[in-house]
């Protein structure tokens, strides 16, 4: 029986034949952390979609944790940061902070962004003979972002990227005491910085997303509390941002490894993309695992989940289940039955899966053209983060034909 263990020889670098071992020898077990997890398609779509479970409460977390990280204090903006992040909100708070953000991400118009944000990237990397894939990969989302929230210019590359990153982490299996002060130090710096803009945006027209969120927040009586929506705009910043970019570097990094997907790419039809999207969203999914805490005491698969338990589900193996996807490891441009798990299912569905569908239906030739100009750089290799839930490139180095 394989024992689920992510610091196996070789799991960042490529996770999945340790988690086909998992789903195949164990798909039901309690791995190398003590806790719950799930490997197979139709165990995780089924604790995804059950009453009986529901999102881990991650600000109640960090309250409970908050004098242990910092010995002679708290770290008070860790709980304050993440106390609207709806993946972690059940009942009436979900629903009521859902339900204003999606209304106000619907009255922003993404396409422009998207195409503005790919071309001033390439505009600024036009006399560069070698360039990393993840710069590419955080400089385009950055962009979006920038428009987005309204704050081109405001701060620097290094500060955004860091900032998006760390809140990232914060989510991750074993982080250290020193990470989550930084993660605090970075949620202080958001509150100070996003407290501003939030302030400022009854006050202008600015057609940003701050400003439709502080409007609507007021016209229809949401009755968010200031800091409830600095912590909203927070995931929002950091799900437009760490996300897109850990899905763009292994895409990009999928089209530079095959010539012939390239060549796909550049004379696909709209609907050709659009089920291509659907593949690289199956494939390349950068959350790897979701957490479901048991309501009650559940019965499943001959296992006893008393109240409170902690189950891990791996999205990544779901993925890749052979039993609901034919040839799973593979990238299949055309593959018409994709029932893929990347944005959840049920009720706590990832809020921006429209939004990441489009982006990468947009991007997706234009970003695949200018590609075309460059190879691998000669003796490159992949470089991972060494992150669990959320996976991505840290470096890849291209360079000019």
Not at 55 to 73: C, D, H, M, N, W
Not at 153 to 180: N, P
Not at 285 to 309: C, I, M
Request: net charge neutral.
């Amino acid at each position: 029986m394989a024992v689920w263990n992510p610091y196996t020889a070789g799991y960042f670098n490529h996770p999945y034949h340790h988690l086909a071992d998992c789903r195949n020898t164990a798909p039901v077990q309690i791995g190398v952390h003590k806790e719950w997890l799930l490997f197979s398609y139709k165990d995780v779509k089924e604790i995804l979609r059950s009453p009986a479970f529901g999102a881990s409460r991650l600000s109640e977390y960090f309250t409970q944790k908050e004098p242990v990280i910092l010995e002679k204090g708290t770290c008070p903006f860790l709980a304050k940061g993440t106390q609207s992040w709806l993946m972690y909100l059940e009942g009436k708070d979900h629903t009521r902070i859902r339900s204003l953000a999606d209304a106000a991400i619907r009255q922003f118009n993404f396409t422009p962004a998207i195409e503005r944000a790919v071309a001033v990237c390439f505009e600024q990397n036009k006399t560069a003979q070698q360039l990393d894939v993840v710069d590419i990969a955080t400089q385009i989302p950055m962009y979006i972002v920038e428009q987005l929230m309204g704050t081109s210019g405001m701060c620097t590359y290094e500060q955004v990227k860091r900032f998006s990153h760390l809140l990232a982490v914060s989510q991750d299996l074993f982080v250290s005491k020193t990470t989550y002060r930084d993660v605090n130090s970075e949620f202080e710096w958001a509150f100070s910085f996003f407290g501003k803009l939030y302030k400022k945006a009854g006050t202008n027209a600015n057609p940003d997303l701050i400003h439709f969120l502080h409007n609507l927040n007021a016209a229809e009586g949401y009755q968010l509390t200031d800091d409830e929506m600095i912590s909203l705009i927070t995931v929002i910043f950091m799900a437009a941002l760490e996300t897109t970019k850990d899905s763009m570097s292994v895409i990009l990094h999928e089209i530079l490894k095959d010539p012939a997907l390239a060549a796909y790419i550049e004379t696909a039809t709209e609907t050709e993309i659009n089920i291509l999207t659907e593949e690289f969203l199956r494939f390349a999914s950068p959350l790897q695992y979701t957490v479901r805490v048991a309501h009650e005491d559940v019965e499943f698969r001959e296992h006893r989940f008393a109240k409170g338990t902690r189950l891990f589900l791996c999205l990544a193996s779901a993925n890749r289940d052979p039993a609901v996807f034919e040839n799973p490891d593979s990238i299949v441009p055309d593959r018409k039955y994709n029932p893929h798990l990347s944005f959840g299912s049920g009720m706590h569905s990832c809020l921006g899966a429209r939004v990441a569908r489009n982006e990468i239906r947009s991007w997706l030739k234009p970003v695949n053209k200018q590609l075309l100009q460059y190879k691998l750089a000669a003796g490159t290799t992949a470089v991972w983060q060494k992150t669990i839930f959320m996976r991505g490139l840290k470096s890849l180095i291209i360079e000019r034909n």
